[in-house]
């Protein structure tokens, strides 16, 4: 058996309302979340840093944000309420395949991403990780509407 450190966890990140736009993220298990964090970040051109959490609730998946009360949530170390991204790694969360749960970034603008646990599979050792896998799609929207006046 691998050590467990040496799995490769490949994630489907779609934004939650534009789902047509969508990246896979291939992470090693022991990256933390905000590792993560930062790869989603720059897989979807953000540059202007803000507050984040993920989310992983046992209710089942519906509209309301009700499924979200109670729910874990892992965020960035000035988030109140959660637990730190930073000191969390991706093993320590022990997903099952097809797992699902939702990260958000900027409470203020709420880009809601949908994420989903597609496979876990042996490094590549000609890749660093994390990494955006090629089999990504759509062009994400600007991080504000009028980027042009920032």
Not at 59 to 69: A, C, E
Not at 121 to 142: F, L, M
Request: glycine letters at 4%; proline letters at 6%; charged letters at 30%.
């Amino acid at each position: 058996m691998k050590h467990i450190a040496n799995r490769i966890f490949v994630f489907k990140v779609a934004l939650k309302y534009q789902k047509r736009v969508w990246r896979k993220i291939a992470i090693r298990g022991d990256q933390s979340l905000a590792v993560f964090h930062d790869a989603i970040f720059k897989a979807f051109n953000r540059y202007d840093e803000h507050l984040y959490s993920f989310y992983f609730s046992s209710k089942p998946r519906s509209t309301s944000r009700d499924r979200l009360q109670g729910a874990r949530r892992y965020g960035c170390p000035y988030s109140e309420d959660d637990d730190e991204a930073e000191s969390t790694s991706i093993d320590s969360l022990r997903l099952p395949l097809k797992a699902q749960f939702e990260y958000l970034f900027d409470y203020g603008d709420e880009w809601w991403h949908e994420i989903t646990l597609e496979e876990i599979q042996d490094p590549r050792p000609d890749w660093t990780y994390p990494c955006v896998i090629a089999a990504s799609k759509g062009e994400p929207p600007p991080q504000y509407e009028d980027a042009d006046d920032y």
